[in-house]
T-cell receptor
Framework: AQSVAQPEDQVNVAEGNPLTVKCTYSVSGNPYLFWYVQYPNRGLQFLLKYITGDNLVKGSYGFEAEFNKSQTSFHLKKPSALVSDSALYFCAVRDPTSGGYQKVTFGIGTKLQVIP | GAVVSQHPSWVICKSGTSVKIECRSLDFQATTMFWYRQFPKQSLMLMATSNEGSKATYEQGVEKDKFLINHASLTLSTLTVTSAHPEDSSFYIC?????????????FGPGTRLTVL
């Protein structure tokens, strides 16, 4: 079974400061990991993913995430937050050994609030 | 690129009626489409996975006779909520992937808000 946890319901950060949105996962094999963002009244948008290789993955809008196998984490980061980054962020995981179709498990979401 | 549309964006219906929601991939061929429900302050709950031309795979606890899914082409999937009841009121979201690789990201529609009176 695969699972993902986002331990923070909400993260508040001042504009210009670095931000981190936490995600931990549990899978039996090597995971595929994803981050999506949901802006108000809009569909989820893909930000970045980890498949294999370099542990630091760069994505859209200046976001990056670091895969840490020993800590089973995939935290989302950005060096300097913008007010426009305020949104709901979802971490997702897929265990490629889990079966024949592409079921992805999503976290509960973390609301990011960037304060001007 | 990789745009997914949903129609309608919101619908209000009477209890006992059926409602059809369409999900279209506008600029790519969607080998697999997914249907989710999203509850307030909760994560996306996968309802079913469908591949073009084959029967949908429903998640445990999702009634296949109530939530009819048709994936008739590589660009269109429909979800029909039959005999809707107030407890079916929710935000329904579809997504699609291009290709069968497990590492493919999903492209999401904007969602459909269903309210059953």
């Amino acid at each position: 079974a695969q699972s993902v946890a986002q331990p923070e319901d909400q993260v508040n950060v001042a504009e210009g400061n670095p931000l981190t949105v936490k995600c931990t996962y549990s899978v039996s094999g090597n995971p595929y990991l994803f981050w999506y963002v949901q802006y108000p009244n809009r569909g989820l948008q893909f930000l970045l993913k980890y498949i294999t290789g370099d542990n630091l993955v760069k994505g859209s809008y200046g976001f990056e995430a670091e895969f840490n196998k020993s800590q089973t984490s995939f935290h989302l980061k950005k060096p300097s937050a913008l007010v426009s980054d305020s949104a709901l962020y979802f971490c997702a995981v897929r265990d490629p050994t889990s079966g024949g179709y592409q079921k992805v498990t999503f976290g509960i979401g973390t609301k990011l609030q960037v304060i001007p | 690129g990789a745009v997914v549309s949903q129609h309608p964006s919101w619908v209000i219906c009477k209890s006992g009626t059926s409602v059809k929601i369409e999900c279209r991939s506008l600029d790519f061929q969607a080998t697999t489409m997914f249907w989710y429900r999203q509850f307030p302050k909760q994560s996306l709950m996968l309802m079913a996975t469908s591949n073009e031309g084959s029967k949908a795979t429903y998640e445990q606890g999702v009634e296949k006779d109530k939530f009819l899914i048709n994936h008739a082409s590589l660009t269109l999937s429909t979800l029909t909520v039959t005999s809707a009841h107030p407890e079916d009121s929710s935000f329904y979201i579809c997504s699609a992937t291009a290709g069968l690789a497990a590492y493919n990201e999903q492209f999401f529609g904007p969602g459909t808000r269903l309210t059953v009176l």
